[in-house]
Nanobody
Protein backbone atom coordinates (compact mmCIF):
# COMPACT_ATOMS: atom_id res chain seq x y z
CA UNK A 1 0.00 0.00 0.00
CA UNK A 2 1.36 3.38 -1.02
CA UNK A 3 1.54 5.96 1.70
CA UNK A 4 2.72 9.58 1.66
CA UNK A 5 2.81 11.47 4.93
CA UNK A 6 3.60 15.17 5.09
CA UNK A 7 4.91 16.88 8.20
CA UNK A 8 6.57 20.09 9.27
CA UNK A 9 3.72 22.50 8.79
CA UNK A 10 2.62 24.98 11.39
CA UNK A 11 2.43 28.63 12.28
CA UNK A 12 5.35 30.86 11.34
CA UNK A 13 5.90 34.60 11.16
CA UNK A 14 6.38 36.39 7.88
CA UNK A 15 10.03 36.39 6.90
CA UNK A 16 10.66 33.11 8.64
CA UNK A 17 11.57 29.69 7.30
CA UNK A 18 10.05 26.25 7.40
CA UNK A 19 10.96 22.81 6.11
CA UNK A 20 8.27 20.40 5.05
CA UNK A 21 8.92 16.68 4.84
CA UNK A 22 7.09 13.94 2.98
CA UNK A 23 7.86 10.38 3.96
CA UNK A 24 6.75 7.83 1.39
CA UNK A 25 6.43 4.08 1.43
CA UNK A 26 5.03 1.30 -0.70
CA UNK A 27 6.22 2.78 -4.00
CA UNK A 28 7.32 -0.25 -5.96
CA UNK A 29 8.25 1.35 -9.28
CA UNK A 30 11.91 2.15 -9.90
CA UNK A 31 11.40 5.76 -10.89
CA UNK A 32 8.95 8.34 -9.67
CA UNK A 33 8.83 12.08 -9.53
CA UNK A 34 8.02 13.72 -6.21
CA UNK A 35 6.23 17.02 -6.16
CA UNK A 36 4.82 19.63 -3.84
CA UNK A 37 1.54 21.40 -4.49
CA UNK A 38 -0.41 23.87 -2.42
CA UNK A 39 -4.03 24.84 -1.99
CA UNK A 40 -4.88 28.21 -0.49
CA UNK A 41 -8.34 28.88 0.95
CA UNK A 42 -10.91 29.20 -1.80
CA UNK A 43 -8.42 28.38 -4.54
CA UNK A 44 -7.49 25.37 -6.60
CA UNK A 45 -4.51 23.19 -5.94
CA UNK A 46 -1.41 24.52 -7.70
CA UNK A 47 2.09 23.36 -8.47
CA UNK A 48 4.98 24.49 -6.29
CA UNK A 49 8.01 22.32 -7.03
CA UNK A 50 9.02 18.87 -8.23
CA UNK A 51 12.10 16.69 -8.35
CA UNK A 52 12.89 13.67 -10.51
CA UNK A 53 13.70 10.19 -9.25
CA UNK A 54 17.46 10.81 -9.22
CA UNK A 55 17.32 14.14 -7.44
CA UNK A 56 19.31 15.85 -10.19
CA UNK A 57 16.46 17.61 -11.97
CA UNK A 58 14.05 20.02 -10.36
CA UNK A 59 11.37 22.44 -11.45
CA UNK A 60 9.68 25.30 -9.65
CA UNK A 61 6.67 27.48 -10.22
CA UNK A 62 7.80 31.04 -10.93
CA UNK A 63 6.04 32.35 -7.83
CA UNK A 64 8.32 30.41 -5.51
CA UNK A 65 11.52 30.13 -7.50
CA UNK A 66 14.40 31.40 -5.39
CA UNK A 67 12.59 31.12 -2.06
CA UNK A 68 11.75 27.41 -2.00
CA UNK A 69 14.10 24.46 -2.49
CA UNK A 70 13.07 20.87 -3.10
CA UNK A 71 15.36 17.92 -2.47
CA UNK A 72 15.02 14.25 -1.71
CA UNK A 73 16.82 11.54 0.20
CA UNK A 74 16.05 8.24 -1.48
CA UNK A 75 17.82 6.32 1.27
CA UNK A 76 15.26 7.72 3.71
CA UNK A 77 12.33 7.70 1.27
CA UNK A 78 11.73 11.34 2.04
CA UNK A 79 11.32 14.51 0.00
CA UNK A 80 11.71 17.96 1.49
CA UNK A 81 10.56 21.47 0.71
CA UNK A 82 12.69 24.15 2.32
CA UNK A 83 10.82 27.43 2.43
CA UNK A 84 12.41 30.76 3.26
CA UNK A 85 11.38 34.43 3.37
CA UNK A 86 7.81 33.37 3.91
CA UNK A 87 4.97 35.71 3.04
CA UNK A 88 1.42 35.69 4.36
CA UNK A 89 0.41 34.64 0.83
CA UNK A 90 2.27 31.37 1.39
CA UNK A 91 -0.49 30.30 3.77
CA UNK A 92 -2.00 27.11 2.37
CA UNK A 93 -2.28 23.38 2.76
CA UNK A 94 0.79 21.79 1.17
CA UNK A 95 0.45 18.41 -0.47
CA UNK A 96 3.08 15.91 -1.50
CA UNK A 97 2.55 13.80 -4.61
CA UNK A 98 4.29 10.89 -6.32
CA UNK A 99 4.19 10.45 -10.09
CA UNK A 100 5.43 7.30 -11.80
CA UNK A 101 8.10 8.00 -14.40
CA UNK A 102 11.47 9.64 -15.02
CA UNK A 103 10.29 13.18 -15.71
CA UNK A 104 9.73 16.26 -13.57
CA UNK A 105 5.98 16.79 -13.54
CA UNK A 106 4.11 20.03 -13.01
CA UNK A 107 0.49 19.00 -13.52
CA UNK A 108 -1.84 17.39 -11.00
CA UNK A 109 -2.88 14.73 -13.49
CA UNK A 110 0.71 13.47 -13.70
CA UNK A 111 0.68 12.34 -10.09
CA UNK A 112 -0.58 8.96 -9.03
CA UNK A 113 -0.49 9.23 -5.26
CA UNK A 114 -1.07 12.01 -2.74
CA UNK A 115 -0.55 12.68 0.91
CA UNK A 116 -3.17 14.16 3.22
CA UNK A 117 -1.53 17.59 3.33
CA UNK A 118 0.01 19.76 6.01
CA UNK A 119 -1.19 23.24 6.95
CA UNK A 120 1.21 26.15 6.78
CA UNK A 121 0.05 29.45 8.21
CA UNK A 122 2.19 32.56 7.88
CA UNK A 123 1.29 35.42 10.19
CA UNK A 124 2.13 39.07 9.63
Amino acid sequence: QVRLVESGGGLVQAGGSLRLSCAYSGLTFSAYCMGWFRQAPGKEREFVAAIDWSGWSTNYADSWKGRFTINRDNAKNTVYLQKSSLHTEDTAVYYCGAGIGVGVYMTISSYDYWGQGTQVTVSS
